[in-house]
């Protein structure tokens, strides 16, 4: 099994271009969450996909949008990239009728906007 | 002020020294409260969950919830280099997969030989 995957490792990108990030849920998991996180920051949630919909979102604005595939797996794009935007994004799997301590974290992509 | 406030450190700690993690928060509705470990540049793990008040105890790891004062504290006896990351509270309002979590800031601990 393995776990749940993200990519790129990490990227750098310009302020004002858009970015896509990929993540691969646990095996059997159906739903997808993502998370920010800062430097120095505890991650704040972004928002959550199951059946290939947005259930809930976080404190963020329509520049972050996602997408689930029908195999579970789940992309986050970010348009017109601010400084502010770097940080540690994290993608969590779990089922829908799982626990909500059964939540896994990939080990995340880190973005840097200069 | 944030759902849940935690001590960012860093805290130094001699080996085998029993560290005190801790956490508060405001919103009563939160039922499960998780502590997470997060090596430098990789995903947060599953150390503990517990739910409402109460201790639980895995091997040299003790958490405790106590709802009345919102305060939630994680313990780590004779601790090791190793356990030298940084430790996330969590919390949610409900028991699901389809619970957003709500974390702290994050405490880095450091773990000297």
């Known amino acids: 099994d393995a776990g749940v995957t993200q990519s790129p490792t990490h990227l750098i990108k310009t302020r004002g271009q858009q970015v896509t990030l990929r993540c691969s849920p646990k095996s059997g998991h159906d739903t997808v969450s993502w998370y920010q996180q800062a430097l120095g920051q505890g991650p704040q949630f972004i928002f959550q996909y199951y059946e290939e919909e947005e259930r809930q979102r976080g404190n963020f604005p329509d520049r972050f949008s996602g997408h689930q595939f029908p195999n579970y797996s789940s992309e986050l794009n970010v348009n017109a990239l601010l400084l502010g935007d770097s940080a540690l994004y994290l993608c969590a799997s779990s089922l829908r009728q799982g626990r909500a301590y059964e939540q896994y974290f990939g080990p995340g992509t880190r973005l840097t906007v200069t | 002020q944030k759902e849940v406030e935690q001590d960012p450190g860093p805290l130094s700690v001699p080996e085998g020294a029993i560290v005190s993690l801790n956490c508060t928060y405001s919103n009563s509705a939160f039922q499960y409260f998780m502590w997470y470990r997060q090596y430098s540049r990789k995903g947060p793990e599953l150390l503990m969950y517990?739910?409402?008040?109460g201790n639980k105890e895995d091997g040299r790891f003790t958490a405790q919830v106590d709802k009345s004062s919102k305060y939630i504290s994680l313990f780590i006896r004779d601790s090791q280099p190793s356990d030298s990351a940084t430790y996330l509270c969590?919390?949610?309002?409900?028991?699901?997969?389809?619970?957003?979590?709500?974390f702290g800031t994050g405490t880095r601990l450091l773990v000297s030989p």
């Open positions: 517990t739910y409402s008040s």
């Open positions: 969590a919390m949610s309002e409900m028991n699901t997969g389809f619970q957003k979590l709500v």
